[in-house]
């Protein structure tokens, strides 16, 4: 059996799945018209240092970057 996983290949590959990452592929799209790229992260899902450390605020803080970079318009 082979436990290699499959190649991918992507025009962009960005490091990082935290608000700078996230924001990247946004503008990517949004003022480049790329599509074509894969998000890395050492984390199992995406939020980078907001997803790894907790704090009572998080989620309120998290709403505002959101709202600041613009990521709850469509992408």
């Known amino acids: 059996m082979d436990d290699k996983l499959p190649t991918r290949r992507s025009d962009v590959a960005i490091i990082g799945a935290g608000f700078s990452g996230i924001n990247i ?3 990517l799209q949004r003022k480049l ?27 309120r ?3 505002l970057i ?3 970079f613009g990521f709850l318009d469509s992408c």
Request: with cysteine; net charge negative.
């Open 25 to 27: 592929a946004c503008q």
């Open 33 to 59: 018209g790329v599509t074509d790229y894969v998000i890395y992260d050492r984390a199992s899902d995406f939020g980078g240092t907001w997803f790894a450390n907790t704090c009572e605020t998080r989620q």
């Open 61 to 63: 803080l998290c709403e």
């Open 66 to 68: 959101c709202l600041v």
